[in-house]
C-alpha cells in the first residue's frame, strides 16, 4: 500500500527565509499530491494541489514540486514570517481514499 | 460553498460509556465522507470512509463503528469507550469537482476518563 513520508517532525527557520519542507512516497506514483495547512486544535486546511504532469506550482509565497522519478514532492515557503508557523501536512490519493503524512510541525522565529 | 460540521467541539466522557459524534455536509450532495483520528503532535488516521449511503468501510478494526443513515449524515459511535480512544476526531469530506480537495470540519476534542 502506499506510504508517505515527510522529512522531519519540526523544522525551526529564521523569519524571512525560505523553509522547505519534504514529501516521499513509495509504490506507485498518484495523478496528484496535495498540501495542507494545520494549526493547533483545527482541521486541515488545503493549500495546494499539484498534478503528475506539472513539475512546479506556485501561489503567492508558496511553491510545490513534484518529482515523479524520485517520488517526491518539496513544499516552499519564501520570505517566511511568524503567521507560517504551523503542522504542513502533504496528502495523495489512494482509491476511494486520501491518504496523509504525519505532518511536519514549522516554526519561523522573529 | 461547502461546509463540513461537527459537534460537540469538545467531550470529556467516563470509560464505558456510548459515544456518538455527528458530521453534517452543506452545500453539495454525493460526497466520500471520512473520519479520522488524530493523537497529540501525531498524524491523521483514517478511521472510517464512506462512498455513499449505508456504505462503510473501515481502516483500522477497534472499537468504533461508523454509520450513514443520510447522504449529508456521518455518524461516529461506540458503544463502550476505552481509555486509548481519546483524542481529536475529524470529519472530512471530498468530492470530484472539490478540485480534489478533502474539506475538514472543525473537529472534536474527546477526552475519556
Known amino acids: ?110 | 460553498s461547502q461546509t463540513i460540521h461537527q459537534w460537540p467541539a469538545t467531550l470529556v466522557q467516563p470509560v464505558g460509556s456510548p459515544l456518538s459524534l455527528e458530521c453534517t455536509v452543506e452545500g453539495t450532495s454525493n460526497p466520500n465522507l471520512y473520519w479520522y483520528r488524530q493523537a497529540a503532535g501525531r498524524g491523521l488516521q483514517l478511521l472510517f470512509y464512506s462512498v455513499g449511503i449505508g456504505q462503510i468501510s473501515s481502516e483500522v478494526p477497534q472499537n468504533l463503528s461508523a454509520s450513514r443513515p443520510q447522504d449529508r449524515q456521518f455518524i461516529l459511535s461506540s458503544k463502550k469507550l476505552l481509555l486509548s480512544d481519546s483524542g481529536f476526531y475529524l470529519c472530512a469530506g471530498h468530492k470530484t469537482g472539490w478540485q480534489e480537495t478533502q474539506y475538514f470540519g472543525p473537529g472534536t476534542r474527546l477526552l475519556v476518563l
Open chain 1, 1 to 110: 500500500s502506499q506510504k508517505i513520508e515527510q522529512n522531519s517532525e519540526a523544522l525551526n527557520i529564521q523569519e524571512g527565509k525560505t523553509a522547505t519542507l519534504t514529501c516521499n512516497y513509495t509504490n506507485y506514483s498518484p495523478a496528484y499530491l496535495q498540501w495542507y495547512r494545520q494549526d493547533p486544535g483545527r482541521g486541515p486546511v488545503f493549500l495546494l494541489l499539484i498534478r503528475e504532469n506539472e513539475k512546479e506550482k506556485r501561489k503567492e509565497r508558496l511553491k510545490v514540486t513534484f518529482d515523479t522519478t524520485l517520488k517526491q514532492s518539496l513544499f516552499h515557503i519564501t520570505a517566511s514570517q511568524p503567521a507560517d508557523s504551523a503542522t504542513y501536512l502533504c496528502a495523495l490519493p489512494s482509491a476511494s481514499k486520501i491518504i496523509f503524512g504525519s505532518g511536519t510541525r514549522l516554526s519561523i522565529r522573529p
